[in-house]
């Protein structure tokens, strides 16, 4: 969230309806899912809203608190909030109307979905500036080329599924779909800075193409291994196999007692979700079904089965090679200045490195990165994000490098600035554990001389 003090007035983003890849059960736009809300903050009172996706089937929440801006337009002076999105947009609007400052026209998306019962909405809203902060779509041209063989490796599982102009809004199908901009972005949970003095939009993004595929939901098997599928199967997958940073429970018998894994469940951990939503009984269950147990009861409880969906994600996929390179042609990782005097991307840099691509003299690629990055009054961007586990400074006004050093894990966290008897300090939380790096448990702070 983010508050405007002198208004009075407290900025929520908000996230997606669910089931999220389904919406048979939910038609309509889904208010107030996928909205940034303006509330009294001293009574919670709803001033206004503004809804980014219309009827979500795309995981596209709301990821990080919006920036308060002020910013020259047309010689007037502009106070807005502007709200980063998983798909590359900047929504700038009003403070205190909510109305957009440039214009958002809402295009058509006319794709109707194979999937029965399914509905999904003709239009979405599409700012007209500020310029997006990273590609849009993912066609044939732009696989990836490091090698022949990349190239032929992609390609040949690229024309299996549904790709080109509308990888952004493709809805999910039983045939499956490349999804660019993908579920972790464009912009991510560390969100943008603001500087007052140049007005620059400072935001980082992902560029990794993922893949959606969706099976029918068959009543098949216990209940167990129906409650698995509907609440589970997302992150773990189907399979139980998991993906990235989300753990294979394929073989959980050997780390979980049954009342461990049912506490689990009932709180959740980390990442993870509390399950507390299910009854006691499911969650025994689910329980069995994980630690292969079995059970003879066949049907879920009421309490859960009114909204289990038809049909089921496959789990959540990236689209990369099989050395682990991103689909699509680099850069997979940026770091870019939004000028909100006149919409446009002042400055783009790649932000991150492969060092096996490096070693071979390739320039940097950028990485996938999440964590936001801190701006400084002398003229300093920090960002660590990167998964190579690199904290970095960069010139705000041009995007050069200044220095960088490594962490003992990834910094996938939003530098604080701040000072202490007159020395300024930057600090990083080194936490690693997503996309395949090491966990971590460290705070590290630097100062100059």
């Known amino acids: 969230m983010s508050l405007d003090e002198k208004r009075g007035i407290v900025y929520v983003p908000t996230g997606s309806a669910t089931y999220d890849f389904y919406g048979g059960y939910r038609k309509g736009k889904n208010l107030f899912a996928n909205c ?3 509330l009294d903050a001293a009574t919670g ?8 996706v219309h009827h979500d089937l795309w995981d596209r929440d709301l990821p990080a608190n919006p920036n308060l801006v002020t910013f020259q337009k047309d010689g007037q002076l502009v106070e807005a909030v502007a709200q980063i999105t998983k798909h590359g947009f900047v929504f700038v609007l009003d403070r205190a109307t909510g109305k957009p400052v440039y214009p958002i026209p809402e295009k ?4 109707a979905s194979e999937l029965a019962g399914e509905q999904t909405w003709p239009t979405q809203p599409m700012p007209s500036w500020p310029e997006p902060f990273m590609r849009q779509a993912f066609h044939e041209k732009d696989i990836i080329d490091l090698s022949k063989e990349h190239h032929s490796e992609i390609l040949e599982r690229f024309r299996t ?15 499956g779909a490349v999804l660019f901009p993908g579920f972790d972005g464009g912009g991510e949970w560390g969100g943008a800075a603001f500087d007052p003095e140049s007005q620059y ?5 992902n560029e990794m193409p993922w893949t959606v595929t969706m099976v029918e939901n068959k009543p098949t098997g216990n209940v167990g291994q129906q409650l698995y599928a509907s609440n589970c199967a997302n992150c773990h997958g189907l399979d139980r196999k998991g993906n990235g940073s989300i753990p294979a429970i394929d073989q959980v018998e050997a780390k979980y007692k049954p009342s461990d894994l049912a506490t689990l469940l009932k709180t959740g951990r980390g990442g993870m979700p509390s399950f507390n939503h299910l009854s006691e009984s499911n969650r025994s269950e689910l329980v069995a079904f994980l630690l292969k147990k079995g059970s003879e009861k066949k049907e879920v409880e009421a309490k859960t089965s009114a909204l289990t969906p038809p049909y089921l994600m496959t789990g959540y996929s990236r689209f990369t090679t099989k050395d682990g390179y991103p689909g699509i042609k680099p850069p997979w990782g940026t770091l870019n200045a939004i000028d909100l005097n006149t919409g446009k991307i002042a400055w783009k840099v ?6 096996a691509l490096k070693a071979k003299g390739i320039p940097a690629t950028g990485t996938e990165n999440y964590g936001g990055p801190a701006v ?32 003992p894990a990834a910094g996938y966290a939003t530098p604080c600035v701040y000072q202490v008897d007159g020395k300024q300090y930057v600090v990083i939380a080194a936490g690693g554990n997503k996309v395949g790096t090491k966990p971590g448990d460290s705070y590290l702070a630097f100062a100059l001389p």
């Open 36 to 38: 940034i809300l303006a």
């Open 45 to 52: 009172k709803r001033i206004w809203h503004y809804q980014t």
């Open 108 to 111: 058509s998306v006319p794709m």
């Open 161 to 175: 599924l549904k790709n080109g102009a509308n990888t952004m809004w493709e809805p999910p199908s039983l045939k």
């Open 201 to 205: 939009l400072y935001v980082n993004a």
């Open 350 to 355: 790649p932000l991150g490195e492969y060092a």
């Open 376 to 407: 400084t009054a002398g003229g300093v961007l920090f960002i660590a994000a990167t998964k190579d586990e690199k904290f970095r400074a960069f010139d705000k006004k041009t995007g050069r490098l200044l220095w960088e050093t490594s962490l």
